[in-house]
């Protein structure tokens, strides 16, 4: 058997086995290395939320921490489990011992002993030292005679020599797996792939939808239709009420039924995602290094695994350097292990040579052996125990909705019960007769079908589809679609440089050393580019190139170091569908593909293709034995080679020790510098630092990037003393240190060779876009690590330091100076460098660090009120409050990330007021507290990131986007993927969540005052006013749930209006889908028009009968009782239900000239209209068209006049609503003219 497995073992079972006795039976949680057992529960839970939301791995409060908990739980039970067994088998080893023992000692013949085998079972005496995961040079002590037997283990994955293991699953720790033996697995394992979760069923989806939300309320109300027809209408049942009923019985199940369907298609749309980002593992199968899907690695595959990734499945390490893994996921810790090769633990579970999926690599590198994959990795066990479906996230549209609904249930509630007060209160003691007990529960039947927005959920429903739709298109993915809504929103958006707004595409472009060596790479041009760039006038303005066969020992440096301090390595790839289809043949080299860091992949070019160097050759005759991998806080990296041995210049054992990092990082640990010429080394002096300093300054400015390369040889001994001093010292009790762990490698006296400078060039459309974020009063923050001059220059490239403001009115630097005297701190605030602008002070740094999603103990402990947590479902708990923003200044500022620690609150205000920004050199805790700044002063801030360090800051932005070329934990903290690392990408995101929050206030201002006030109006009309009721129940629900629904569902198809990239950025905590401006318009403004005109085209019909308008109003039941001008009781009634339909069809004309309005809040509708150019939407038309033929098959098919007392209209008596609807549209375009042409004044601050 290949791996471990978690199931009920019978007494024959394999020592491959994993759970003693029955799989159901329930133990107690294990007792954690890192938890004492005695903590509560919550002390617990604690500590996993705490480190998954450092790394930003979950957002707070949501139900996916339910799920950990669960795994977290069923680990520590298995392995509790373990343990217990373990100990069992231990102190029965024990006494059988002494058993046997006290046997010999009383027998003088123990030849003829006999013990049973039921009562004794022998196993291998085993030690255990106590277990301590960072504690690297702890392991178990075995018995290596009885090492054979391991059956108690139940697994032995993580103690059997890797020479057994490999041999195992016929591998080979050099070459790896064969194709043949692939297969073999794969048909014999499967995929490495955990069985999802049952999906939802659909049958409960579909009574879910006719159950909840609007359609709860519109049961009740059927209901009360049923019994107003019987029993309440007993003994003369009016047929018109059971036909209500049965309506909205339709009603529900054809709403139900289309967001049933458009939910439906918005998951697989969204699955679909998964399909785009596939995770790539490297693994080396057939003597080569490749890349292939995480899902097609089998047992006995020999993966590589990185910091920054996630461990691909369950595996044993075969070499780790500082490997550290997160394993929060599984097991609740907080605290990274330290992971080893050695086994420290016989149960697998603790021990820590064993790494299992989905663990995060935090630090260091590894290579390792898959053991187990798919279902029988820990993680697909342990599912099986807390397998469940997660519910979603409440995000800033599901509270919109949220507040939507509240307010239709508190209108509608409110109304109902006024008219029932009024009824019981007043008319049915006043005025008895005039309103019956069945009579008012109709008309609150009416009243709750007027105030719900049918068409609200559907149109949700729709426009998250359309948005699914759209993100798929752009290969955006978007963890949930609501989040999109957030888009609105953004104020500021903080950026990377490199693989973002450049292309991440490194060329390097000259080397330089010494005062004046420099060799300017060859570049290669077609005929027809002839043309140099800026960047290369800089280059060739410089001293003439050296010959290539020019000697010298710098260069050769140089280049050994490009080679040898580099992690850029050609793998294999699998080749994608695709791609298959664009090529029939493929050949070998054409499959393999050079991966790595940029700038490594850079220097292996140069190194190969411009200089002829082999650079395989070259690592093979100079192994590599230590690394210090880069980082974003070192910002450089450190190889240790073992150098090839020659009889003139290297006749012993030496090791070359090369790092390379930025220049302004390195110089202070060097102490030497080769010269131009010869192999000579000059002590380093400030002068030789100066020129540095300006040659970095030089190629900064015209955008180049620029790397230093150092050296240092020492012997073979040298090195192995240093390695064992500092080996001893980790093991000691260590203080915290501000210097980094450098692997035991050397901090200081580096010989200083030479720098590359490199060219990214920026993405040709990131200029354009960040134009169109600056036209939409986004500001656009450059977040780097890069140099200042460089991160200058890339951002004047893209405009973000535009020539507007930057160029033409200054950039503002400020320099940070102590007084040795009195120990204060000041800094100068300059303009272009030359410039002082003033002095401050800096005073004490009093800005809260308050990290979203982790909580102070108190805040866990205190329990949340009925009140909070209803709350929380309609506001953000984690919103900040509304700040007044400082006031911006029209210029641009750069700030050095070594000056942030000490920036106080004026200084981070004077900072931030800046239109344009550019940080640089900034690690990614400077980052997360740029991020905080921005937040505390007001604003909306999407943060891209793509490293593992990034991910706090992605998670502590509104929106974290993550590059799909960054590493997995900054994937998973990332509210969104960027599947094309652009930037533009996330410009064209912000404009498609402008459009879904237009579109949703456009339903809302469409449904509101037909499908609510005119509605509700009536109803009021007749009690109060004691009218006959002029739209009844059965036409106000066609009206609503088709007539406005339709048309509701065309206008979420709205395209971009003209001006959506022009607007300012709405506000959080004002801007809202019902808000008092919204209801102002629609119920006062359109609802009260629409009204006015539908009861104008009802009266004029009753005044054509004979019945003026003052012989109507306060009649109550007078009308009935003394019919005006001699007319009979049902000519009244006839005349009513004529009227009743005059009101209905007059309503749906309105409606559509207030569609024709509503479609643009802003732009004109000549500008933007439905039927050619850019505002083309031939639903509306469609919609305008379809409500039309409701309305005729409602008035004129006689079966449904029967039953629902419904008539023919005529034509002249609904033609004053084209009048009245003409004027809605002429005052409306009015209206937006007026708010165009005067932003500033009154009617532009009401409009919606």
Known sequence: ?????????????????????????????????????????????????????????????????ETIRKTSVAWQTMSQNLNLHLEQQRRKSEL????????????????????????VEVVPSVTVKPHRPSDAGSMIDFDKEKLDDL??????????????????????????????????????????RLTPPPKPSLIWMFFKQILVGFNGILWVATLFAFLSYKPFGDPDPDVTNLGLGVVLVLVIFSNGIFNFYQEVKSMKIVASFSHLQPTITTVKRNGMEMQINAEELVPGDIVRINMGQKVPADCRLITCDDLQVNTSELTGESEPVNCTVKCTNLNFMETTNLVFYPSLIVQGTANAIVVNIGDETVLGQVGKLTRGAEGSNITGLHREINRFVLFVICAALTSVILIWITWAAWLNVKQNGYITLNGNIVNSIGMVVAFIPEGLPAAVTLVLTIVAKRMYKQKVLVKSLATVETFNFVSVIATDKTGTLTMNQM????????????????????????????????????????????????????LLGACLCNNAVFQSTSKTSEEDEDSNTETAEEANKLVGDAADVALYHLSQDKCSVDIEQVRRVNPRINVLPFNSKNKFMITANLLEQNLIKNPDESVLITLKGAPDFVLPRCTTYKQDDGDEESPMTDEFKQSIQQRQEALGKSGYRVIAMLQQRVTKDQYDANINEYKKFKKQAQTVSDEPDLNGLPRN?????????????????VPDAVLKARRAQIRVAMVTGDHPTTAAAIAKKVNILSKEISLENGIDTFKVERNNQTGEMSAHMMRNSKTLLGTHSIGELTTNIEVKGVSTEEEKKKKPSLFQRIRFYFSDPNQVKDVEKIPLIPYGVVVAGGDIHSMDDYMWDWVLSHQELVFARTSPEQKLRIVMEFTKRGEIVAVTGDGTNDAPALKQADLGVAMAAGTDVAREAGDMILLDNNFSSIIKAIETGRLLSDNLKKVAIYL??????????????????????????????????????????????????RDIMSRPPAIRQKTHLLDWKLLFHAYLIVGNIECFSAFFCFFWYHSSQGISVNKIFFTYADYTNNPPANKTVDDLALIQQNGQCIYYVALCIMQFFNLLTSRTRYVSFFQHNPFYGKGKNLTVIFGILFSTCVGLVITLIPWLNHVFKTHPVPVRFVCPALGFGTALFLLDELRKYLVRRFPNSFLAKMAW
């Not at 994993?18 to 949680?29: A, D, I, T």
């Not at 006296?749 to 400078?757: A, D, H, K, Q, T």
């Open 1008 to 1057: 509101l005052p037909g499908g609510s006030w005119s509605e509700v109006l009536p109803v009021f009309f007749t009690i109060w006013l004691g009218i006959p009721l002029s739209l009844s129940a059965f036409l106000a629900i066609i009206f609503c749930m088709l007539n406005d629904v339709v048309n509701a569902l065309a206008m979420v198809s709205e395209k971009a209006e």
């Open 151 to 192: 059956s108690t283990l139940k697994t032995d994955v993580h103690v059997v020599p890797m020479e057994t293991l490999v041999e195992r699953f016929e591998s080979n720790l050099q070459s790896g797996l064969t194709d043949d033996t692939v297969r073999q697995h794969q048909s014999k394992y499967g995929q490495n």
């Open 507 to 558: 060329t390097i472009t000259a080397l330089l050393w010494g005062k004046l060596g420099e060799y300017m790479v060859p570049i290669h041009r077609s005929e027809e580019e002839t043309t140099t760039t800026d960047e290369e006038r800089v280059i060739d303005r410089k001293r003439p190139s050296l010959h290539p066969n020019a000697k010298s020992n710098a260069l050769k440096d140089l």
């Open 1 to 65: 058997m290949s791996g471990f497995q978690m199931k009920t073992i019978p007494s024959t079972a394999s020592r491959m086995d994993l759970l003693p006795g029955q799989s159901n039976e329930r133990v107690p949680k294990k007792r954690s290395s890192n938890i004492p057992a005695q903590l509560p529960p919550e002390r617990r839970q604690s500590s996993l939320n705490t480190i998954r939301r450092s790394i930003g791995i979950v957002p707070p409060e949501d139900n996916t921490n």
């Open 96 to 119: 059988t011992s002494r058993r046997l023992q006290s046997i010999v000692d009383t027998n003088q013949q123990p030849e003829h002993v006999t013990i049973s085998i039921d009562e």
């Open 749 to 765: 006296n580096y010989c200083f060779i030479g720098m590359f400078s490199l060219l990214d060039p920026a993405r040709p459309e």
